[in-house]
């Protein structure tokens, strides 16, 4: 079955970048969708087909996929931005989640 | 705007069969794919299943021998059987939709967007 991989945590500055990986076989040939999960709450879409935002994500989450990594970045991070993020892709008529990335803003 | 909720008991004995139903409201089941996902606390998200709202259905290898989801277009619901549970069982319980199908097919676009808040299944004696 077809694995996603995630650093455990990632912490950023108020106000600088965060960059969260999401590691797979050729990813790059697959779409990836991304979700932010904040405790005691649903998962929400912030990224889908590697670097599209749904109405209302702010344009300061942005995302990219090549070779065997996916990225998400989180520009000028907020306090808001705390949260976990899952990256997510369709593989085989399954759907499978990343380890998942504890996002500290510091 | 399309939003799902949960339901079903919170808690379950060890060894019996765990049932939840997912309510979709402000929007119809037909033409999409729904799925349940499970998250154990403090760890990360699996996928269960899911269902076409014609009836085919598609499992996680992981749970496929203890795994039922059918779904009630008349009621505009789909439910969630998962039998022989153990304490690994307990964890938050999600219902989700995935976002469309590939224009022109019957394949899903394969990102979810809505989801349901989340209900949560305890597995004791």
């Known amino acids: 079955s077809y694995e996603l991989t995630q650093p455990l945590s990632v912490s950023v500055a108020l106000g600088q970048t965060a960059r969260i990986t999401c590691g797979g076989n050729?990813?790059?040939?697959?779409?990836v969708h991304w979700y932010q999960q904040k405790p005691g709450q649903a998962p929400v879409l912030v990224i889908y087909?590697?670097?599209n935002r749904p109405s209302g994500i702010p344009e300061r989450f942005s995302g990219s996929n090549s070779g065997n990594t996916a990225t998400l970045t989180i520009s000028r991070a907020q306090a808001g931005d705390e949260a976990d993020y899952y990256c997510?892709?369709?593989?085989?008529?399954?759907?499978?989640f990343g380890t998942g990335t504890k996002v500290t803003v510091l | 705007q399309v939003q799902l909720q949960e339901s079903g008991p919170g808690l379950v004995k060890p060894s019996e069969t765990l049932s939840l139903t997912c309510t979709v409201s402000?929007?119809?089941?037909?033409?999409?794919?729904w799925s349940w996902i499970r998250q154990p606390p403090g760890k990360g998200l699996e996928w269960i299943g899911y269902?076409?709202?014609?009836?085919?259905?598609n499992y996680n290898p992981s749970l496929k021998s203890r795994v039922t989801i059918s779904v009630d277009t008349s009621k505009n619901q789909f439910s969630l059987k998962l039998s022989s549970v153990t304490a690994a069982d307990t964890a938050v319980y999600y219902c989700?939709?995935?976002?469309?199908?590939?224009?022109?097919?019957?394949?899903?676009?394969?990102?979810?967007?809505?989801w349901g808040q989340g209900t949560l299944v305890t597995v004791s004696s």
């Open positions: 989700a939709r995935d976002s469309g199908t590939i224009r022109g097919t019957a394949a899903p676009r394969g990102w979810f967007d809505p």
């Open positions: 402000g929007g119809s089941i037909s033409s999409y794919y």
């Open positions: 269902i076409y709202y014609s009836g085919s259905t």
């Open positions: 050729n990813i790059g040939s697959k779409n």
């Open positions: 087909r590697d670097s």
């Open positions: 997510q892709v369709w593989d085989s008529s399954t759907y499978v």
